[in-house]
Nanobody, 122 residues
Framework: QVQLVESGGGLVQPGGSLRLSCAASGSIFKIDGMGWDRQAPGKEREFVAAISSGDNTNYADSVKGRFTISRDNAKNTVYLQMNSLKPEDTAVYYC????????????????WGQGTQVTVSS
């Protein structure tokens, strides 16, 4: 099976920066797209950023210009660099990835991390 483990969340002041990491492990054959969603208390989960296997990126309008998504294929890891953080960025951030396992190499399934809390407050 496959597991995604996130790290890097925490408490930061408005205007500060934070870098989230998400490493995939397990019986991985191939990782296609990777990305990040977030969910604030009482709100729906929303898309934040995504990166394709060819390193094409896509961002929500609310984070464009402030957040940068990247990946390290050798480490099976996706990152989210968050700059100029605002209180409205406060949420649990979830990474996701489309992964084919060694036992079923032609099937891409979506996997999700457990989430990491990001709190932006003075």
């Amino acid at each position: 099976q496959v597991q995604l483990v996130e790290s890097g969340g925490g408490l930061v002041q408005p205007g500060g920066s934070l870098r989230l990491s998400c490493a995939a492990s397990g019986s991985i054959f191939k990782i296609d797209g990777m990305g990040w969603d977030r969910q604030a208390p009482g709100k729906e989960r929303e898309f934040v950023a995504a990166i394709s296997s060819g390193d094409n990126t896509n961002y929500a309008d609310s984070v464009k210009g402030r957040f940068t998504i990247s990946r390290d294929n050798a480490k099976n890891t996706v990152y989210l660099q968050m700059n100029s953080l605002k209180p409205e960025d406060t949420a649990v951030y979830y990474c996701n990835a489309a992964i084919a396992t060694m036992t079923h190499r032609l099937l891409l399934d979506d996997y999700w991390g457990q989430g990491t809390q990001v709190t932006v407050s003075s």
